[in-house]
T-cell receptor, first 111, second 115 residues
Framework: ELKVEQNPLFLSMQEGKNYTIYCNYS?????LYWYRQDPGKSLESLFV?????AVKQEGRLMASLDTKARLSTLHITAAVHDLSATYFC???????????FGQGTRLTINP | EAGVAQSPRYKIIEKRQSVAFWCNPI?????LYWYQQILGQGPKLLIQ????????DSQLPKDRFSAERLKGVDSTLKIQPAKLEDSAVYLC?????????????FGPGTRLTVT
């Protein structure tokens, strides 16, 4: 059974600081997704990582994938309050088009 | 392009009652998913359809949950009878499927409260 673990689960940080969210998964996969969820809202797709070594950046967020280590990271640069949300990684079970989600990381950015 | 539509957005029922949720996927998306998201957790897949056929329903509590996707477009998810632990947000998602990218697009969800 595929397990996806994120850490930390809760993160409180100050504006302007950098931090990284980690996503580990237990079986082989080369397709990983990052989603953002605001309170009471649905999931918004942030990044789709489709191969080993993939790196994608959008604004202050950068995601990477290391399929050999079964690890993805979401790096936040110079955080701003608007990035406060819960971030989920999800791993696609190969060939099955099914997503297994991590527990989520609740990010709070304080002024 | 219109996104995934779901209704109702909110529903409050008493335990042992029945409830149904509706989903209209993005036009042309062959694959449709229903997820259950309990407060504070990540979404959990309940059922996956490819056109109007079930691909995976291994995590669907079949004694009380049922789902169908008639004509390979809209889908309904039903709970009968509801239990307190069914309180959650039910998310519908769709993707192009094998003919295209596998990225899933999520609807706004239906928040169910069972009292």
């Amino acid at each position: 059974e595929l397990k996806v673990e994120q850490n930390p689960l809760f993160l409180s940080m100050q504006e302007g600081k950098n931090y990284t969210i980690y996503c580990n998964y237990s079986t082989t996969s080369d397709r990983l997704y990052w989603y953002r969820q605001d309170p009471g809202k649905s999931l918004e797709s942030l990044f789709v990582l489709l191969s080993n070594g993939a790196v994608k950046q959008e604004g202050r967020l950068m995601a990477s994938l290391d399929t050999k280590a079964r690890l993805s990271t979401l790096h936040i640069t110079a955080a701003v309050h608007d990035l406060s949300a819960t971030y989920f990684c999800a791993v696609d079970i190969q060939g099955a088009q099914k997503l297994v989600f991590g527990q989520g990381t609740r990010l709070t950015i304080n002024p | 392009e219109a996104g995934v539509a779901q209704s109702p957005r909110y529903k409050i029922i008493e335990k042992r009652q029945s409830v149904a949720f509706w989903c209209n996927p993005i036009s042309g998306h062959a694959t449709l998913y229903w997820y259950q998201q309990i407060l504070g957790q990540g979404p959990k897949l309940l059922i996956q359809f490819q056109n109007n056929g079930v691909v995976d329903d291994s995590q669907l509590p079949k004694d009380r949950f049922s789902a169908e996707r008639l004509k390979g477009v809209d889908s309904t998810l039903k709970i009968q009878p509801a239990k307190l632990e069914d309180s959650a947000v039910y998310l519908c998602a769709s993707s192009l499927g094998p003919s295209g990218a596998y990225e899933q697009y999520f609807g706004p969800g239906t928040r169910l409260t069972v009292t």
